[in-house]
């Protein structure tokens, strides 16, 4: 591609360079090949501008920023309004627009993304479609499976995923859309077929300032919709206060919910270790699900996948068929080795952590324990908050180290030790391993324990460390010893 071919594709300050052969786009100055053109974006800890030379002396073509020139590049420097959405419309060019030719989902909200993206990405499978997934957990191309470098990649990666998805045949393609991801316009020049609003709490607040600029940000998804050539719909939770502010998509709105107005409704008849059972009420049809998930809020993520999935026009009937026989979603109350006493799950928020202790207090015959932490350098007012709820929820808290990152643990912990009422009511084990194994301990043969915060991950941070950690075979360990005694 022709420098002058990309460039048709962003609104340039001032006049054309000189035309050159193009062999990719790039924001990272390590990743640059030659031929790129580098994309300078501003950052919160570093100015991409500051990045340049290393980027041309990697073979750099031509450089793309917001800012005025910073001294002599040695290669033509093209000035923007925005080089964050310039990234995102060049790498869109650059790949060719993939997204023109995918049947695509975006899934926003605090929680519930990652399962509801796994449930519509089973649906559109056992509907025969081949479909890829790009996610928290991780990123798919039809069966083949990679590790997430994070939620929703930069523009940049997730075009390039998107084109390896088409270039391998698939038809469709499901994506969870963060708010930083909405924020830095990582998405920008996407066409989505449908857009998902799972719901909205409390969270990231340290980035975007206030719950209103969270659910802001979170609204651009929508108005996207409204901007593109696909009819797109507008898929948004019911019963979330916030939903009469989001746009309906060309091709209209649909609503899922337990509310009695929700154009998808379910109501939650049993809920058990194995699962839920719920009535549906579509305007596809009625029926029936045993989800074999156990929560209400797995209830409402399934409500999504269906409203979802009915908007792309897929049998109802199939959808249930195919959530029937759902996996758990990784890290997501995910029994332990097969133990339904032990729970695994990723809640980092006191709106989850309530949500998944409340599904476990439905079917607990015993007591429930809880294992959490919160991570380091993130919203601070949410530890507090999460203390609460495990103090009025859970029958005894191990307060934990989750990814501490530069903070010191002991003063999270104590942190999170303000939302109880007693020191009665938990202890403070920094180490993780060791927290597990506490919590594993006092298991009784009717009691429950969920470890929280963590999920899926299998690393944990501290400052510049990553260390090798993944609740699930800690917990699995603890029990098989326990079981030997």
Not at 174 to 186: F, G, I, K, P, Y
């Amino acid at each position: 591609m022709k420098l002058s071919e990309l460039l048709e594709h962003v609104e340039l300050r001032g006049g054309r360079p000189p035309d050159r052969e193009i062999t990719g786009v790039s924001h990272d100055s390590r990743r640059v090949r030659p031929g790129h053109v580098f994309v300078a974006v501003p950052g919160q800890e570093h100015e991409g501008a500051d990045f340049i030379p290393e980027a041309v002396a990697r073979g750099a073509v031509a450089v793309v920023g917001s800012g005025e020139e910073p001294g002599e590049c040695g290669v033509p420097y093209v000035r923007v309004d925005d080089a964050r959405r310039a990234l995102a419309a060049l790498a869109r060019a650059c790949f060719e627009g993939p997204s023109a030719n995918l049947e695509l989902v975006g899934i926003t909200g605090t929680n519930g993304k990652t399962t509801t993206a796994f449930m519509v990405r089973t649906i559109l499978r056992a509907a025969g479609q081949k479909t890829g997934l790009i996610g928290t957990v991780r990123y798919e191309i039809g069966e083949h499976r990679m590790p997430a470098s994070r939620t929703t990649p930069e523009a940049t990666e997730l075009q390039g995923l998107l084109r390896r998805m088409v270039d391998h045949g698939c038809t469709s393609a499901v994506l969870e859309v963060s708010s930083h991801a909405l924020a830095q316009d990582r998405v920008w020049g996407i066409e989505f077929d449908a857009a998902v609003f799972t719901n909205l709490s409390s969270e990231h607040l340290d980035y975007h300032g206030t719950e209103e600029e969270y659910f802001e940000v979170k609204r651009r998804l929508f108005t996207m919709l409204g901007q593109q050539r696909k009819p797109g719909c507008a898929v948004i939770n019911a019963d979330d206060p916030r939903a009469d502010r989001l746009p309906a998509g060309a091709s209209g709105r649909i609503g899922f919910g337990c509310s009695p107005g929700a154009d998808v409704r379910g109501e939650v008849v049993d809920i058990r270790r194995e699962g839920t059972r719920l009535r549906l009420w579509t305007p596809w049809g009625d029926g029936e699900l045993m989800l074999p998930l156990p929560g209400r809020f797995n209830a409402c993520n399934a409500l999504a996948a269906i409203a979802t999935c009915g908007a792309l026009g897929v049998d109802p009937a199939a959808a249930v068929h195919a959530l029937e026989r759902m996996r758990p979603v990784p890290g997501r109350l995910e029994p332990v080795a097969g133990d339904r006493r032990v729970w695994v799950d990723y809640a980092h928020t006191d709106d989850a952590l309530e949500n998944v202790l409340g599904a476990l207090r439905e079917f607990r015959r015993g007591r429930l324990f809880v294992v959490f932490g919160c991570g380091g350098c993130r919203d601070t007012a949410k530890r507090g908050r999460m203390g609460r709820v495990a103090a009025r929820l859970a029958d005894g808290a191990v307060i934990t180290t989750d990814n501490p990152r530069r903070e010191d643990p002991a003063q999270i912990a104590a942190e999170i030790a303000k939302g109880f009422d007693s020191e009665d009511q938990y202890e403070i084990v920094l180490d993780r391993r060791d927290a597990i194994r506490r919590g594993i301990e006092r298991l009784g043969e009717d009691d429950l324990l969920l470890i929280a915060g963590k999920g899926h991950e299998t690393v944990q941070e501290f400052a510049d460390t990553r260390i090798p950690f993944d609740d699930r075979e800690v917990a699995a360990e603890y029990l098989a010893e326990k079981k030997k005694r």
